[in-house]
């Protein structure tokens, strides 16, 4: 996380600043996504498989009118919980987390005027990550957990910006993997993410 604070820092000294506008966004949405190896061991245990993962999280951005670049960091928590698929108590829990980098190219308009539409072609790339799966059953839990994550996502982004609110969305491709997630008593499992979703996101413009 410092690091990427300072590749942000660094972008806004070596840029105009009457150039610069910082944007602070939420954001939420969801990716397809098929884990084979996770939902194997869901349906060998009675739970529901998984086939969406949800996304939230938020942006600090700096876009660049003048180069036309942006830069910034995103963070996004994803948690998932499914039941039993023959109505017994058996249960899983999924939740990951990624803070990526953000490299945007395209053309950002000026926020003062009202009804501006914005495109960039977005790029991120996971430098910190978390995850957990959990599968209760009735006859003992499975905790897979550690693994080697890897992430990015290819993405375009558009919207429309005016006195200083931001609205917009993002349709992307994820490649997420983890291989290597381990539990006492199991064979260690790759968790794989990777597939397609939007996310909308919505938030504010300063020009500093």
């Known amino acids: ?79 998932i919980k499914t039941d039993s698929a023959n109505g017994g108590l058996n249960e899983s829990e999924i939740q990951v987390s990624r803070t990526s980098l953000v490299a945007m190219v395209g053309e950002r308009p000026d926020s003062k005027k009202a009804g501006s539409y914005y495109g960039y072609l977005v790029g991120t790339y996971g430098v910190a990550h978390t995850q957990s799966v959990k599968v209760k059953t009735t006859t003992g839990d499975l905790d897979f957990k550690d693994g080697t994550p890897s992430s990015i996502t290819l993405g375009l982004e558009s919207g429309t910006v005016g006195k200083h609110v931001i609205v917009g969305g993002e349709i992307f491709w994820q490649r997420y993997v983890i291989t290597g997630m381990k539990t006492t008593g199991s064979e260690a499992i790759n968790l794989n993410l990777t597939g397609f979703g939007l996310i909308v996101h919505m938030g504010i413009s300063l020009g500093i």
């Open 1 to 79: 996380m410092r690091t990427c604070l300072l590749i942000l820092l660094l972008s806004f000294l070596i840029t105009p600043k009457a150039n610069a506008w910082l944007e602070f966004r939420g954001i939420g949405g969801a990716a397809i996504i098929d884990p084979l190896d996770l939902n194997g061991i869901l349906k060998t245990n009675n739970v529901k498989e998984v086939y969406t993962i949800p996304w939230i999280g938020g942006d600090i951005v700096a876009k660049f009118p003048d180069v036309p670049l942006g830069c910034g960091v995103r963070y996004q928590y994803g948690g």
